[in-house]
């Protein structure tokens, strides 16, 4: 039986299959390169089956009363003044949804929290090598003595190291999508409470994200450009990048663009989806982002994360830890489900192309369609297929 099982990421994907892992039966360890847990990030939306596995966590109260309470999207000129308005809450509510939105951040600490009692978690490391065998996968780190483990599972993300390591480089598996981004802090008295305020040039946004439970607020920037070419762990060069891209920009930019910069927790990266032939090579398995990346334009990476860090567990468990048949019958369950989050994705009504596409844009949101249409779609969709059961260490909720 494949017990130890190592898994790189401790962001959203990693903790959540720490947990099952651990509920169930196996022994996890997580190896994080950053020092501690990453705050940074917006908000992000748990929907769907994923309210589901958070439910049988038994962390849903605590992810409801930390959910970022935003009511939707403003849309701003260059003077600041609102030129049409997303109630997305409506949206939601005419189309049933449950859906919880809610600050990365929080969501990272809250399944810390549920499982740093019963997962070893190792912070400020990295794999460095992994040899596999028939028996298990010889580890070596970056820091740590070298240590086996039965199963390795890479949850770190769209640059994961385990994917590299494991199936090669990421050129062959990541999809560009035109365009770059960055999350940053900003100064709450720039936006509007409870809303995101979204400011666009064309082919550029730039948003202030203000939830109605945190003191702080949150920027983001997005801009189209040709594939550019930086070491993703430059981070001085990526804020360079950035302010070559927004230099000239108005509205409240310069002063967004500066606290940005000096921001010690600035994330950049290019909007890219990871497409993988196969999520396994023997003893190694990848989940959340590191294996299918939707990018931040499809709104669903903590979704995917969730559910899939379930269904890889409940496979584990139901197959009595037989990697082989495990891996396949997760792939084989949940690539569909993948494949339709990555064709949906929301570029148009972020950062239209041109200036015609911006006022286009404007003038739907003014319009009561998108909320009539969601009325009628929460109506015709069929309900959020339920979650495959594992049994009842893997299903039932936490006591
Ligand atoms: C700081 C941060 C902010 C984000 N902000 C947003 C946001 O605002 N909106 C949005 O839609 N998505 C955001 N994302 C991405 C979002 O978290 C993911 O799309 C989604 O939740 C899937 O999570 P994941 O756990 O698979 O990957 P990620 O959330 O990307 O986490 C990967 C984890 O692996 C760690 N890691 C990377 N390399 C190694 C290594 N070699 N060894 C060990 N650990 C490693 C990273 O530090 C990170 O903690 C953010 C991610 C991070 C890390």
Known sequence: ???????????????????????????????????????????????????????????????????????????????????ARLDLRAIQRRAGDADVEIMRGDLAAILHEATRNDVEYVFDDSIRRMDQDDDGVTVTFERGPTRRFDLVVGADGTHSTVRRLAFGPESGFLTYLGHHFAFAEADPGLGEKRWVTLYNLPGRAVSIYRSGNHPGAKVHFMFRSRPLTYDHRDVERQKRLLHEAFADALWLVPEL???????????????????????????????????????????????????????????????????????????????????????????????????????????????????????????????????????????????
């Open 1 to 83: 039986m494949n017990r130890r099982i190592l898994i790189s990421g401790a962001s959203i994907a990693g903790p959540a299959l720490a947990f099952w892992l651990a509920r169930i039966g196996f022994s996890p360890t997580v190896v994080e390169r950053a020092p501690r847990l990453r705050e940074g990030g917006n908000g992000v939306d748990v929907r769907g089956q994923a309210v589901h596995v958070a439910e049988r966590m038994g962390i849903l109260p605590l992810v409801r009363a930390a959910a970022a309470d935003v009511v939707g999207l403003s849309f701003v000129d260059g003077a600041n003044r609102s030129v």
């Open 257 to 399: 663009l500066a606290g940005a910069l000096a921001d010690p927790d600035f994330y950049f990266d290019s909007l890219s989806q990871v497409r993988m032939p196969s999520w396994s090579s023997g003893r190694v398995v990848l989940a959340g982002d590191a294996a299918h990346c939707a990018s931040p334009a499809a709104g669903a990476g903590a979704t995917l994360s969730l559910v899939g860090a379930y269904r890889l567990a409940g496979e584990l468990s139901s197959a009595a830890g037989d990697h082989r048949v495990a891996f396949h019958r997760y792939e084989q369950g949940y690539r569909k489900t993948v494949e339709r989050h990555q064709s949906n994705l929301f570029l148009g009504l972020l950062a239209p192309k041109s200036r015609p596409g911006i006022w286009a844009r404007n003038t739907m949101a003014r319009l009561p369609i998108l909320g009539a249409l969601a009325g009628v779609e929460g109506r015709l969709q069929p309900r959020t297929p339920a979650l495959p059961d594992y049994g009842p260490a893997a299903g039932s909720p936490r006591t």
